[in-house]
Nanobody
């Protein structure tokens, strides 16, 4: 069983930077496919960014491509989402997800999810 806890959310001005963290326990991020999703009020959960278990490849949703970066720190067993130039439309609850098997980019079929952290971007 993998437990995920997100942190780093809050209120940020448009154009500023914010970094979200996801700390994993119960398994090592080096052996998991990891991803970030988000969900805004009244909208479906949306894929933001993902990486393969060995981090050989990263994937991004169209709306964040070129602005957000996913990375991991195996020593801290954590995954991060660096948000550059956030926009008001990035306002959502951000979720970390993990899967012990390979998973298609953008798929929502991850086995493990964190409780989420709220990000609010003001204009």
């Amino acid at each position: 069983q993998v437990q995920l806890v997100e942190s780093g959310g809050g209120l940020v001005q448009a154009g500023a930077s914010l970094r979200l963290s996801c700390e994993a326990s119960g398994d090592t991020v080096s052996r998991l496919a990891m991803a970030w999703f988000r969900q805004a009020p009244g909208k479906e959960r949306e894929f933001v960014a993902g990486m393969t278990w060995a981090a050989f490849r990263t994937f991004y949703g169209d709306s964040v491509q070129g602005r957000f970066t996913i990375s991991k720190d195996s020593a801290r067993n954590s995954v991060y989402l660096q948000m550059h130039n956030p926009k008001p439309e990035d306002t959502a609850v951000y979720f970390c997800a993990a899967n012990p098997r390979p998973i298609a980019p953008g798929s929502k079929e991850y086995d493990f999810w964190g409780p989420g952290t709220q990000v609010t971007v003001s204009s």
